[in-house]
């Protein structure tokens, strides 16, 4: 199977009341992923703008950042990441990112479930 990249879903959301608004096209959904993940998307975050602070119970999130330069906050350490870097979020812990640059962030994010 293949879906062409206009075919992906998209939409401008606030993620967990961070700053401004990320576009997050939808890669697979959750029965592509045989329901063990309910995330898998290419997030793109402009200058200033944020995912918020949250955590996850559960499940784990990762990022693989393909564009850009960000700030990445894992339980409360901010961490610079660019292209090529993996951050990882396990079941029970915290993080955000946030765009401090001046170009776009791009990142692949999966949510994988217990």
Known sequence: MVTRSENCPR??????????TVNIKDLATAEDLYNHGRLFAQISIEPGHSIGFHDHQHESELFYVIKGEGVYNDNGKEVTV??????????????????????????????VME
């Open 11 to 20: 939409k401008d959301v606030c993620l967990r009341e961070g700053k401004g």
């Open 82 to 111: 660019g292209v090529g870097d993996v951050c990882i979020c396990p079941s029970g812990e915290s993080h955000c990112i946030e765009n401090k640059g001046s170009e776009l962030l791009q990142l692949v994010a999966l949510i």
